[in-house]
């Protein structure tokens, strides 16, 4: 089943556009990790119709293979925003997929937190400790064996906990199932108050590519305009939220229903 963060009708859209028809496109995440937050602006702006767009819905998931299953369920969404290695798992086991656009290449929204009185201080401590991430092939997944390896760990030296969502990783942390939450931001500036950040991955990891554009071979050859248009209209987004981050935090605010200040916090880390 399809987990919608956000259904957005777009009745204000006008119906005589080179793209009249509605489409949807799918987001991992989006409402809950800022990478979506530029699609959000970008709806808001008026971005998606300037291009002439009519995008009436953004499908969002638990990150992981459901991005993708999201974004093939009925084989109707030309465009999807995935995690790298979801996306190259998918294309090794035999999928009809591209990627297209290289979206965001940092994974700085991403922490790992402890409760605040955890005797664990750093990676160093990792071993023998439950550590969650969202979903299968996921980032946090591949982000957490990567913090084992620069810890001097392999993944038998700990156990890495499926949660099924950020959001689920606090309450697993909350409960005690596990030992160290991946947290993305903006939900980490929401909380940082009530836990403490063991690592950040911007200070510990190099560049990443945390999310990338992707659309299927049959979709790239019908669909290439509007493909290009999404693109297009992504791109001013991310121009507008590093030229008016404010303003950015505070269409993001309600879009992603936070506070405007954890938005704003979240934009700028």
């Known amino acids: 089943m399809r987990k919608w963060a956000c259904w957005l009708i777009g009745a204000s859209f006008a119906a005589g556009t080179a793209f009249a028809y509605g489409e949807e496109i799918a987001v991992g995440n989006y409402g809950v990790s800022a990478n979506g937050m530029p699609f959000g602006v970008a709806l ?10 009519n995008i009436t819905g953004l499908i969002s998931s638990a990150g992981g293979g459901t991005s993708l299953r999201n974004m093939l369920a009925g084989g109707g969404v030309p465009y999807g925003e995935v995690n790298p290695g ?6 090794l086991a035999g999928a ?4 297209v656009s290289d979206n965001v290449l940092t994974v700085a929204e991403v922490v790992w937190a402890v409760k605040p009185d955890s005797p664990i201080k750093s990676i160093k401590d990792f071993k023998g400790k439950k550590i969650g991430y969202t979903n299968p092939r996921s980032t946090s997944q591949a982000l957490a064996r990567m913090l084992l ?3 001097g760990y392999t993944e038998a030296d700990a156990e890495l906990v499926k949660t099924g969502g950020f959001g689920e990783g606090i309450a697993a942390l909350d409960s005690g199932q596990i030992d160290v939450a991946a947290i993305t931001e903006p939900l980490w500036s929401k909380v940082k108050n009530k836990y403490r950040a063991v690592v950040v991955a911007s200070e510990t990891l190099p560049p990443l590519d945390n999310v990338v554009g992707v659309t299927t071979v049959e979709m790239s050859e019908k ?3 509007f493909i290009r248009a999404v693109i297009r209209a992504r791109r001013k987004a991310v121009i507008f939220m590093r030229e008016h981050p404010y303003a950015a935090a505070d269409i993001d605010a309600k879009q992603y229903n936070i506070d405007v200040e954890v938005a704003n916090s979240a934009i700028r880390n």
Do not use: Q, T
């Not at 979801?86 to 294309?91: D, P, R, T």
């Open 44 to 53: 808001v702006k008026g971005y998606f119709k300037d291009e002439g767009l």
């Open 223 to 225: 669909k290439g305009d």
């Open 149 to 151: 390896k620069a810890g």
């Open 86 to 91: 979801g996306v190259v798992s998918a294309i």
């Open 96 to 99: 009809d997929l591209k990627i």
